[in-house]
């Protein structure tokens, strides 16, 4: 696993300092930053699914990824050189920022309610929107506080079969998608809300991480 700059240790730092009970879950967070450097090294993307308030969960991790969080996100010169001459070109130079691709799945209500109508099979529309919008390479993280549930588990299988590499964030016990995912984070806690609050600061590193290793440069 490759070494951590010193912006990207200040952001791992950061977390057993306010959340020492989630210590345990450094080794598997590092093993996601790893995997999402080689996605986003060889043009990849993150899709991230979830239900209730996982789903909001997926929601709010691609909003961090896909503009600024913490850092400045500067556009590439040539991506700024392209938009010239185009309209709102001057405009869209000076205020657009670079992102990293990400996806959250479940949200198109159109393909969502289709499959749900046309298909025989129960919980397949995660998965059928895996499969179309993944690609060899692609990171798929799946969102459950039980790690039970049905719709990840066939949308990590598709996963799988794409050739994407599969990722989980549950509670302690990891149920069936710990399992079969390529890596399993297990947040500690007795409850729905407990686990969920420690998710939102382990995503939360996972995007501070991730915007470090590529826009280390603070807002």
Known sequence: MPELTPVEQECLDALPARRPDLTGCIGPLLELHDALVRCY???????ACGNGGSNADAMHIVGELCKSFERKRPLPDSFRDALQGLPWGDELAAHLEAGLAAVAIGFNGSLKTAVENDSALRDIAFAQEVC????PGDVLLAISTSGNAANCLMAMSTAKAVGCTTVTLTGPHGGKLAIHADIAVKAPGDSVKTIQEAHICLYHTMCCLIEAHYFPEKR
């Open 41 to 47: 090294d060889g043009g990849g993307k993150l899709l």
């Open 132 to 135: 179309a919008l993944a690609k």
